[in-house]
């Protein structure tokens, strides 16, 4: 990984990998850089344990994340992810909020399906929960849809994973299982719709992102922790 760039082309502003990019009011499309390396990239190493390339640093610690000022987010139109609708996944990513919303729905991450109303997100929502974290699988917009809902602390790294195993969905957040919700996915449209980090229909998160990672298969306790912990 070299980076990020403004235009697909790679013509547009470059930002260098392990920079900070500061969100004002306006909304920003990014692309990855990528260099050419000679073999394998070390992913995990004794003093790096996380699955990122090694000297990349953790979000909760110095390493590489977006800050959101409440005015922006990014946009994947087509993301192209390791799982399906109807299979078992985890998702993990660590954040930090700088306020709890009084109103909305500020979100961490959401990825839509192309069409209807079926989604996977990780939000603050102010509007039914003072602010408290939500984990939602389903149809948000209809009653056929998982939740758990969960209070965080402003100010600090946290580290949150969605687990789903095909019939039931976790949320642990700092290491820890904080909930579980049954839910039944059956078969779903394809291909993904859009996935937003940072924000979605003017609710913006004010915060920072970071290490968000995706699985094809529900994580357990133990290798939860280790990412929280590695």
């Not at 990019?21 to 306006?26: C, K, Q, Y």
């Not at 078992?88 to 009084?102: D, E, K």
């Not at 979605?200 to 912990?229: H, P, Q, T, W």
């Amino acid at each position: 990984f070299d980076g990020w760039n403004t235009q697909a082309d790679g013509l547009g502003k470059n930002y260098a990998a392990g920079s900070k990019l500061v969100f004002t009011n306006a909304s920003v499309d990014l692309y990855p850089r990528w260099k050419s390396v000679p073999g394998p990239v070390p992913l995990d190493t004794p003093a790096n344990p996380d699955g990122l390339a090694a000297g990349m640093g953790r979000a909760g610690g110095s390493g590489d994340y977006w800050v959101f000022n409440n005015f922006s987010y990014i946009t994947y139109s087509s993301p192209d992810l390791c799982f399906g609708y109807n299979q078992p996944f985890s998702i993990s990513v660590w954040f930090m909020a700088n306020s709890l919303p009084a109103s909305g729905w500020p979100h961490i991450f959401m990825i839509n399906a192309a069409s209807g109303y079926f989604d996977y997100f990780l939000m603050l929502d102010g509007q039914n929960y003072a602010g408290a974290l939500v984990a939602c699988i389903g149809q948000s917009c209809n009653p056929d849809h998982a939740t758990i809902v969960y209070s965080i602390t402003t100010g600090a790294w946290h580290h949150a994973v969605m687990v789903y195993d095909g019939s039931k969905m976790e949320l642990y957040v700092d290491g820890v299982c904080r909930g579980t919700a049954l839910y039944t996915l059956g078969a779903l449209p394809k291909p993904w719709g859009p996935m937003m980090i940072g924000g979605g229909a003017s609710n913006y998160f004010n915060g920072s992102i970071g290490e968000l990672k995706f699985y094809d298969r529900a994580l357990g306790a133990d290798e939860v922790m280790a990412l929280y912990s590695p």
